[in-house]
DNA sequence: ATAAAAGTTTGCAGCGACTGCATGTTGGTC
DNA sequence: GACCAACATGCAGTCGCTGCAAACTTTTAT
């Protein structure tokens, strides 16, 4: 896929100026401000060209993860069986976690204009939704119950849904804690089921 | 509000058959294969006025639940200090829960629409953005935590994934069991930790 | 080196969602 | 019955997005 000849760096390259651009002016002006014949202007291809790289404009946005949920989805399926399904979704998303982490600074302003603009948020679900589903059927398979037992959705809803939350405070936060560490935590919580922050307890980690 | 004029009347039925037209012929054909110009002509009146109903397409199909956010905020903020902030949400949610199973029918086709459609879901989370964010201060003031500590956000989408997950799991059995029923299990499984199903745990009630 | 093949960019025409504005209708009020 | 406010409608226009065909560029085969 990614063979490198000049041909391919050209659509790296091009796909690259896209995606900064609309962060760029979105982040700058708002969603509705700016146009997809700015955002082609801006990275200097036609309008018509910004639809043979992203579906939506939202998509340039967002981003692709498709490639990521599948990798997760075959992590947690070669995670140890002693662990419990929390324990290997966590470790199943912790090299995503980690590629994020990487890239900070890009996550921010992706994040910024996610909170300016509720609707991309509901995009990016909307995207890895066919990955979801796969996600549950795993799970079902894995605690050997029915996929529609409810079970598999409510655990695959609350992990993103944990995830998701330790992203946003991760990403407005100045503090200098590692993503990783939100994660954890918040599995942490999950794990012991949601209990009032009144009293700190110390053993919070699922590890 | 309702002051049930003539005037007031005609407003309601208008919106009740656009959204009854939205939701059917969206269930047959795909939302794709429906135009706004369609449902207006099955609801008898212009295009145009299906603007003055409806933001958006959508917005047809998915209802306006602000007001049952708001209501539930208000009876989250009022619950007995007592209880464990999950328990509080869980009874915040009981009215709205049980309006929702007064109309199993419109709801099962609402979501047999929504999963056909997934960007439907997405669009209904968004709506709810706003709500969402007065939820978190709302339990970030219960706990006692700044608002942007994550645990106040980690509730509001956990607890929310969990309704959710309910709803789903409801909306396509066809066993009797009630939505309620659902949806205390989901905050029982949460309350304990999501702990593998594997064997089965009869004290799962988070009451 | 050159021509054919394959992949990419672009313009164009067109659909459908959605909005602002101006105008016509209808229910409520005195 | 006359007046006002609310509501419905038509119209013109913007923008997101798609299919199609022509022009162009890189790769491959000769």
């Not at 000049?6 to 796909?15: A, G, H, P, S, V």
Request: avoid cysteine; hydrophobic fraction near 45%; charged fraction near 25%.
């Amino acid at each position: 896929m990614n063979d490198s000849g000049l041909r391919d760096r050209k659509k790296q390259q091009t796909r690259a100026a896209l995606t900064e651009a609309a962060l760029r002016l979105v982040d700058e002006r708002g969603l509705d401000a700016v146009t997809v014949e700015d955002i082609s202007a801006a990275a200097d291809v036609s309008p018509r060209t910004f639809f043979n790289y992203f579906a939506t404009k939202d998509e340039a946005l967002i981003g692709d993860h498709t490639a990521d949920d599948a990798a997760m989805r075959a992590r947690f399926l070669a995670a140890d069986p002693s662990l419990s399904v929390i324990e290997a979704l966590l470790l199943a998303a912790e090299p995503v976690v980690a590629a994020i982490e990487q890239d900070r600074e890009i996550w921010r302003r992706r994040i910024r204009v996610m909170t300016d603009n509720p609707q991309l948020v509901a995009g990016m679900m909307t995207r890895s939704a066919r990955s979801e589903h796969d996600l549950i059927v795993a799970i079902a398979s894995r605690v050997g119950v029915a996929p529609e037992s409810g079970w598999p959705l409510l655990a695959a809803f609350v992990t993103g849904a944990a995830v998701r939350s330790a992203l946003l405070t991760w990403a407005k936060t100045d503090s200098p804690r590692t993503f990783a560490d939100h994660v954890h935590e918040a599995f942490g919580a999950l794990a012991a089921g949601l209990p009032d922050p009144s009293k700190p307890d110390p053993s919070k980690d699922v590890r």
